[in-house]
């Protein structure tokens, strides 16, 4: 097979990459004047739409149909939000474009405003983020100083401004809706739908939420051409994806993967396979949120979002963290459910209640205390979480517990029964057992 | 939070019109900042000024992680113990820490120099396990690298 | 006008509507939690979802637009699993405190869970635990335990009293509602309403906590006297077949609590008309006085009706707390003899609001428009009498009797024990709003009813046949 494209990592990273200069250099800020200067705002979305991208973020929705939705001749301000908010565990490749390519994300973030007739535009940085966000706002402050943000751009009346807004701990701000909300300066709180928020978003005005590498697809497509972005990748999902990969793997970091090549090929050639040459136990594909795949079906299928659709799962927020054999999945799940307790809002019942429960469950397993229904009440909970909550966390906690239970239900029976773990509750990647 | 309106007012200028509500919380970081945590005075300052209920700030406040309204150590020191932090040895690192500092995570040194707290992840992933020291990032940490961490910062105190 | 279908039956709604709505509209009762007419959708508490039909799954009914042959389930299998699940975790850390939780028989958290059969909580873990009893203010009790985070508490002081004064702090499952720690919701003149609005017994008036059962109490409807708004209320005392005999019989004719019935603003009453027992609890006056001596009733009236009679000038001072029935009597009967002054009974006290933007009226009184309607002018404080009249009679209180003419004699008709009634020529105890029936006109024109809550005792007169009493004799001399 012929190397993956690259849309995105198409460049040498040095420590001046990610400035104004060097970005031009490689071809930056033509985009935006190509889509000003021939291109209608509804022709940049019809290429959007065209292109096939879906969301990155973990929701994978259509970008082209989510933009659809704003009427531009509404007369009401209309708002663009990058979601920076990246808090999903095991995720950090947008923490990698932040730091490395800020400027792709501010000129597409422009191509953006300009399709949706955008003046005001937002990126809303998780508030623990340290260098990114200092890129991002060195990058910001070059992209004012040359005149790209706060002026009309290339003879029209389009001008765009744009404000990093910091969060400030909390998971759920990740969420589109809870990010709105926090970006109104009050709790991070989920709105329920309807209205979509490309209806009522920000101060109940039209907004377009979008993930950070969503948008910086954006200047590519509008430069190559949505066709040619749709000739990478597969047919239901085109173009690349960035992939973080952690855990037990030899070679983690960012990585551009190409849908549709096969899942070992990522995990033993590109990443280098586990530490000691050890078996993967099981893999997280796209951030907990995402049910776990294990060692053998990572050696049949291919990594996007189709086959692993196959095996229960998806591409989800390119998060991939790597198991291996030796590792407790009970001490695993523990401490994914401790999280989503952490960080569960509190506004709606199922997942208040729910994530603390689960939670309580699962530390009395680990303490030896678990009885054995309470794998049918993990199930149970998560049940009913799914689909009955304000915003996905509830079904996400509920898909991390019951992916793992469904394919590791005989080490929770195990440390039920026997009062401790299969695997000595052992997390690192140490020997098979 | 007098000497900081002129900051306030900057800031506000650049968000549009009717997005008040909006400063509360790049306002509590910048207050936070310079105390080094949200003092209760600076609540109904901060409500006054922006024209926001008083109750809008207190909710805020401790909804948000990051957001304090007491001090804690000169130094400190947030590990990750999340998935990809805790497969690469991150309880390990925080009971190494804990017993280095002779605190729990929650706590703060007697002598105010170093606090302890555990927390979600981080986005470092790749570079695991990680600690932050007052905000900044310290990535692939070991014991080793840790207590040198620590070093530095003593020494820091003590000029 | 799109018409949905619930449970096969066809409803008529309006475009803007949710499902809710026209449910509860057309006596379909989807049970609610946080959802409340008067409130903006909060979605959170998750008890109201039904089931569009073709679909297998529920959805949230408060939030759903209507749309043209819309069909929704209420009943079926799905949603009533569905709803059992709902109650376990809504309960799953809900304290069992309904032996000692005032809020027991009338908890829509008790109602839900009998029907729609709630199942005892299959969690093998304790409860999480939190405040019990906390102050929120003076007058108002929190318990967080039973707190269900619906947060009808909060959107109702940003939204209906705009104190602004209620949030939720903490997050996740140690979320806890509270006040602003300046102690805005103390100042919040229409906090109890939270007491009616919270589903569960998580907000108590701290007045009434323990104070009963609700099931021995009945609620007979009346209308606020505490200014001219006139807020239609229900008055809660004690069930005659529940009446308590070995204890102090002043606990059988007692306001437990006061309610909001519906009112055009709303099921809203102020903290004033919370209160209403302290304008009832008040010593009474019980004896008839001739010129300060104790007298049978018959005899003062047989002493007033002389002094009526002998009069050349004689002035009355109408209360406004009188009664549209009350007030046409005396027009109908009296009124011709006398010149009339609508007076104002009460002033605001010290401390107490105003007026303000929502429902509290400056004046005090609730039936001042009722009595100009019959009497035209109004007496003020400092108006001085003229000094040819030789008679005041003094309806109800605030008239300083010293200020009356020095020579005209005095009646007096009042309900409330005052030194001063030993100095008038006559008085005569009255009945309250509670021991009768009648009707109050508001400031806007409105007419409101109230029905007595006790029967009158013996020792007081009910005006209306006071004043038919007095007129007797200005009829032509009838045979005995």
């Known amino acids: 097979m012929n190397a993956p494209a690259r849309l995105l990592m198409n460049f040498e990273v040095t420590p001046a990459s990610h400035l104004l200069a060097e970005y031009q250099a490689r071809g930056g800020y033509q985009a935006i004047e190509k889509a000003i200067r021939t291109m209608t705002p509804k022709q940049v979305t019809d290429t959007v739409t065209t292109s096939g991208i879906q969301g990155r973020g973990g929701a994978n929705f259509s970008a082209g149909r989510k933009w659809g939705v704003i009427n531009l001749n509404d007369g009401q301000p209309h708002y663009l939000c990058a979601n920076a908010d990246e ?15 800020p400027h792709l994300l501010l000129e597409s973030m422009l191509i953006a405003a300009y399709a949706l007739q955008v003046r005001h535009a937002f990126i809303y940085i998780r508030g623990e983020f340290d260098l990114p966000y200092r890129r991002i706002t060195a990058a910001l402050e070059e992209a004012y100083a040359a005149g790209f943000y706060g002026k009309p751009l290339f003879g029209s009346d389009f001008t765009c401004d744009l404000i990093v807004y910091r969060g400030a701990g909390s998971y759920i701000c990740g969420e589109a809706s809870g990010l709105l909300t926090s970006l109104e300066g009050k709790r991070g709180y989920p709105r329920n739908r309807p209205p979509r928020l490309t209806v009522r978003g920000l101060y109940q005005k039209p907004t377009v939420v979008n993930n950070v590498e969503t948008l910086s697809n954006l200047a590519g497509i509008i430069n190559n051409g949505p066709d040619a972005f749709k000739a990478t990748g597969t047919k239901k999902s085109p173009g690349t994806r960035l992939v973080s990969i952690s855990g037990h793997i030899n070679k983690p970091g960012v990585y551009e993967v190409e849908p549709g090549r096969p899942f070992r090929e990522f995990i033993f050639d590109t990443c280098g396979g586990v530490p000691g040459g050890r078996k993967v136990k099981c893999i997280i594909p796209g951030g907990i949120s995402t049910k776990v795949v294990t060692g053998e079906e ?66 009395r397993i680990v303490a030896g205390q678990g009885v054995p229904e309470d794998i049918e009440r993990l199930k149970q909970i998560s049940a009913w ?49 | 939070m007098k000497h900081l309106v002129a900051e306030f007012d900057a800031l506000r200028a650049r968000f549009p019109e009717g997005f008040s509500s909006s400063m509360v919380l790049p306002c509590l970081r910048r207050i936070q900042e310079d105390r080094g945590y949200v003092a209760d005075e600076d609540i109904g300052d901060l409500a006054a000024y922006l024209g926001v209920p008083r109750i809008q700030i207190e909710e805020v406040l401790s909804f948000y992680g ?31 820490l804990s017993r280095k500092l002779g605190i729990r995570p929650g706590e703060t040194t007697a002598d105010g120099e170093f606090s302890l707290a555990t927390a979600e992840c981080m986005a470092s992933c790749g570079t695991a396990p990680m600690v932050v020291v007052n905000g900044k990032y310290h990535e692939s940490m070991d014991a080793a690298k840790v207590d040198a961490l620590i070093e530095a910062n003593r020494v820091k105190a003590a000029e | 006008m799109p018409r949905i279908f619930i449970d096969g039956k066809p409803y008529e709604a309006k475009s803007g509507q949710t499902v809710m709505e026209v449910a509860r509209a ?51 299998d799905i949603v009533r699993d569905y709803r059992k699940s709902i109650l376990q975790l809504t309960t799953l850390n809900h304290p069992v405190d309904c032996g000692i939780c005032d809020k027991s028989g009338e908890c829509s958290l008790q109602d839900y869970h009998y029907e729609h059969n709630g199942t005892p909580s299959i969690s ?46 903490q997050r996740g499952d140690t979320s806890l509602i509270r006040g602003s720690e300046d102690g805005a919701f103390a100042r919040d003149d229409y906090s109890d309403n939270v007491v009616d609005l919270c589903p569960v017994g998580a907000l108590l008036s701290t007045a009434f906590l323990y104070r009963s059962r609700v099931w021995y109490l009945k609620p007979t409807p009346s209308v606020c006297p505490g200014c001219a708004r006139g807020c239609a209320v229900d008055l809660w005392h004690r069930k005659p077949e529940w009446k308590l005999h070995a204890l102090e019989a002043r606990k059988n004719v007692a306001i437990e609590r006061v309610t909001p019935r519906e009112n055009p603003h709303g099921p809203w009453i102020c903290n004033k008309g919370r209160d209403y027992a302290s304008f009832v609890e008040r010593p009474r006056a019980w004896q008839a006085m001739s010129a300060g001596t104790p007298v049978a009733t018959h005899t003062a009236i047989d002493a007033a009706r002389l002094l009526i009679e002998g009069a050349r000038n004689p002035f009355v001072l109408v209360s406004s707390w009188a009664s549209n029935e009350e007030l046409a009597a005396f027009r109908n009967l009296l009124a011709e003899r006398f010149t009339a002054l609508v ?63 020095p020579k005209a004699r005095t009646i007096v008709l009042d309900a409330w024990d005052k030194p001063t009634h030993a100095t008038a020529d006559v008085f005569i105890p009255l009945s309250i709003q509670t021991e009768r029936a009648g ?33 007797r004799s200005t009829l032509p001399a009838a045979a005995e």
């Open chain 1, 87 to 101: 808090g999903e565990p095991g995720t950090f490749k947008d923490r990698w474009i932040l730091e490395n390519a």
């Open chain 1, 298 to 363: 990572v050696d049949r299928i291919r990594l996007d979002n189709e086959d692993l659709a196959t095996v229960g799962s998806g591409m989800g927020s390119g998060g991939m963290v790597v198991i291996a054999e030796g590792t407790c999945m009970v001490r695993l799940l523990q401490v994914l459910l401790r999280f989503y307790h952490h960080e569960s809002c509190g506004q709606c019942t199922p997942c208040r209640e729910g994530m603390g429960w689960m939670h309580r469950i699962i530390d």
């Open chain 1, 385 to 433: 979480n799914d689909g009955n909550t304000i915003c996905g966390m509830g079904d996400a906690a509920g898909y991390a517990a019951l992916g793992i239970l469904a394919k590791f239900g005989h080490e929770f029976e195990h440390y039920i029964t026997h009062k401790r773990s299969l695997c000595d509750g052992n997390l690192e990647c140490r020997a098979s057992s």
């Open chain 2, 66 to 96: 990051q957001f304090r309204r007491a001090p804690v150590g000169r130094c400190h020191i947030e590990a990750c113990r999340n998935v990809s932090c805790s497969l690469l040895g991150a309880e390990r690192l925080i009971d190494h």
């Open chain 3, 26 to 76: 057309n006596g379909v009762d989807i049970p609610a939690f946080c959802w409340h007419p008067e409130l903006s959708i909060a979605g959170n508490c998750r008890v109201c979802a039904v089931q569009v039909e073709g679909r297998s799954w529920v959805e949230i009914s408060c939030n759903m637009p209507v749309t043209e042959d819309l069909k929704v389930l209420t009943d079926s």
């Open chain 3, 124 to 169: 093998r873990d304790a409860k999480v635990h939190s405040t019990k009893f906390h102050k929120l203010s003076p007058r108002i009790t929190l318990d967080n335990e039973r707190c269900i985070l619906c947060t009808r508490c909060v959107r109702f002081t940003h939204e209906v009293s705009k104190s602004k004064s209620l949030g939720v702090v």
């Open chain 3, 343 to 405: 007076k104002a009974d009460r002033l605001a006290q010290p401390g107490e609001p105003m007026e303000d933007a929502f429902l509290i009226r400056a004046d005090k009184n609730p039936n001042t428009r009722g009595a100009l309607a019959q009497f035209p002018n109004e007496w003020e404080i400092g108006m001085a009498l003229p000094a040819d009249c030789d008679l005041v009679l003094v309806w109800g209180e605030g008239f300083d009797l010293a200020s009356a003419p």
């Open chain 3, 439 to 471: 009707t109050y006109t508001n400031f806007e024109g409105r007419v409101t009813a109230f029905e007595a809550c006790f029967p009158k005792p013996d020792a007081v007169v009910d005006a209306e046949s006071l004043f038919a009493s007095l007129a």
